[in-house]
């Protein structure tokens, strides 16, 4: 363990790049730009984030608008509330066919999702319950690149080919996902192994909570709720780090199997993805440290602690709060909020509802009094809400990130396809080196 100490001092010293050097070659950390606009560096039709606006070369806060395809995924919301149906497989179809579908379209790709529900022969006890995670997105990265086995033409890179990979994926997710979980449940935790087959004629928000429950027992809310989750989180533009990633890797023509896996670990991240359980983690520390939860100095004072670095993690970080293109609104914070309010005096939890509501009011405002020269501005984004979505759908925290991916799978594909279509060509930024010649010293003389 001493040599692993050294290493490690040897790795902290060598790699540590000087801040000033950034600014000095003028580098855009994080692919962003001074003034926290995204570096364009491509192009897309699938999806746009709309957060502010430039107004004389100033970025001005707006309320937050997602269109998927042109269309404004609040019209596709409310759309589908009114009529009461299911929208996520419209949602895929809109992300990957381009436009919306009629009902005959839909009718037809609901059939064929139903069809390709099921994994292929002997694929969930050879490749999930002979090898099972702790963590579900590591199984389910691992489960799509094994899916690569199992198909004839794994390699061909033709639209069509891609296009029916990429269904199959779509459909398949739920499965997998529940597979892994119950997996994970049963190997790890020594709980009863319970799988049950997918009924091809539910939906995907139908097949994920079928999946899940042991009973199998679900309400039409529940599922409803479940199903706007879904839609909300299909697709966010060509630059959000998974995104990018299918973009990057697919540009390299490797298969779909690669490409989206490499979606999933990127998803995997806390800082992506993975966020809405940080976001879970820190409101069940508010809520043990905080006596009355309707308090707002109380609140208050506990949310300028954790900015201060004095209480959760240490990390100065409020998670849920802010992002990188919403100014004013998250809209897809803003639906899920609403559609949870229907339903939280059902599940008794309205106080813990109203306080999320507190949190999400208090924090721009305590935010500015702790640093006070800070820019930036803050709103809850999605992933404030959905983790307590999940909680009031008995959804497991292991499954947070997962269902997230079972949804995004769909804005993935869309993307790999327009980078088959309109890409052409390999993504390859620069990195400037920044090391000094060093002579080479024999290996008798160090």
Request: a neutral charge.
């Amino acid at each position: 363990m001493s040599a692993i100490h050294d290493y490690v001092a040897s790795i902290e010293r060598n790699d540590d790049i000087d801040f000033s050097l950034y600014d000095k070659y003028n580098v855009k950390r994080g692919l962003r730009n001074a003034d926290g606009t995204g570096v364009l560096v491509g192009l897309t039709r699938v999806g746009d984030v709309k957060g502010y606006e430039m107004r004389d070369g100033m970025k001005v806060a707006i309320d937050g608008k997602l269109f998927y395809r042109g269309v404004d995924v609040e019209d596709i919301v409310m759309r589908a509330a009114a009529e009461r149906r299911y929208a996520f497989e419209e949602t895929a179809y809109l992300l990957m066919f381009g436009s919306l579908p009629n009902e005959g379209q839909l009718e037809g790709f609901c059939r064929i999702l139903g069809a390709n529900r099921r994994l292929p022969p002997d694929f969930a006890e050879d490749n999930i319950m002979k090898s099972p995670s702790r963590n579900v997105m590591n199984k389910l990265a691992r489960s799509v690149l094994t899916l690569y086995s199992w198909d004839k033409q794994p390699e061909n890179n033709s639209s069509e080919n891609v296009l029916r990979q990429c269904i199959e994926i779509v459909a398949r997710f739920p499965t997998i996902t529940a597979y892994s979980y119950m997996a994970k449940k049963h190997y790890f935790d020594g709980e009863s192994l319970i799988l049950h087959f997918p009924d091809e004629n539910q939906q995907t928000a139908e097949t994920i909570l079928r999946l899940i429950r042991p009973d199998q027992i679900f309400t039409r809310e529940e599922a409803e709720l479940l199903d706007l989750a879904l839609i909300l989180h299909a697709e966010h533009g060509g630059g959000n780090n998974s995104t990018f990633s299918v973009h990057l890797v697919t540009s390299a023509d490797t298969d779909t199997y690669a490409a989206i896996s490499c979606g999933i670990n990127s998803l995997k991240g806390s800082k992506h993805g993975g966020a809405n359980y940080k976001v879970m983690r820190m409101m069940e520390d508010i809520k043990n440290n905080v006596r009355r939860w309707d308090n707002e100095g109380e609140v208050a004072g506990y949310l300028a602690k954790i900015l201060k670095k004095e209480a959760f993690d240490r990390s100065g970080l409020i998670y849920g709060q802010g992002h990188a293109v919403y100014t004013k609104s998250d809209p897809r914070a803003i639906l899920l909020r609403n559609k949870a309010a229907d339903l939280v005096n059902e599940k008794r939890l309205g106080d813990e509802f109203h306080l999320y509501r507190l949190v999400e009011r208090l924090v721009p405002e305590v935010f500015h009094k702790v640093k006070p020269g800070a820019k930036k501005s803050l709103c809850a984004n999605v992933d404030f809400y959905s983790g307590f979505v999940y909680k009031m759908l008995g959804i497991p925290e292991e499954l947070y990130t997962p269902l997230f991916a079972a949804s995004r799978v769909a804005g993935w594909c869309a993307h790999r396809l327009e980078e088959i279509v309109a890409g052409r060509k390999i993504i390859r930024p620069a990195y400037k080196c920044v090391q000094d010649p060093v002579k080479y010293v024999p290996l008798e003389k160090r």
